[in-house]
């Protein structure tokens, strides 16, 4: 029943910047790890960014320099920076959560947040 609601896309010129936002409906304990997704059209679903309990993050080699993933514990959020933006960063992006309760690892994606960059 947790669920996770992105915000922060939109329409972007090459070279620009957004920062996307998940939440999450209730706090979510146990955390083990977040992260971004995306898909674009056309393309496979591609795994951008990590971030764990400890704070280690992970990036993509695509993204790699221009990316960044926050945590904020406080506000039970997770940030994607995206700077730099390019013609090849269009794409739907989603939110992951992973915690671990009592009964095991649970898993929880968000529906999306878009974001357009014109050639």
């Known amino acids: 029943q947790v669920q996770l609601v992105e915000s922060g896309g939109g329409l972007v010129q090459p070279g620009g910047s957004l920062r996307l936002s998940c939440a999450a409906s209730?706090?979510?304990?146990?955390?083990?790890?977040g992260g971004w997704s995306r898909r674009g059209p056309g393309k496979p679903r591609e795994l951008v960014a990590t971030?764990?309990?400890?704070?280690?993050?992970s990036y993509a080699d695509s993204v790699k320099g221009r990316f960044t993933i926050s945590r904020d514990n406080g506000k039970n959020m997770v940030y994607l920076q995206l700077d730099s933006l390019q013609p090849e960063d269009p794409a739907l992006y989603s939110c992951?959560?992973?915690?671990?309760?009592?009964?095991?690892?649970?898993?929880?994606w968000g529906q999306g947040t878009p974001v357009t960059v014109p050639s």
């Open positions: 971030i764990t309990d400890t704070g280690s993050a």
């Open positions: 209730t706090s979510i304990y146990s955390f083990y790890s």
């Open positions: 992951t959560y992973q915690f671990v309760p009592p009964s095991g690892l649970q898993t929880v």
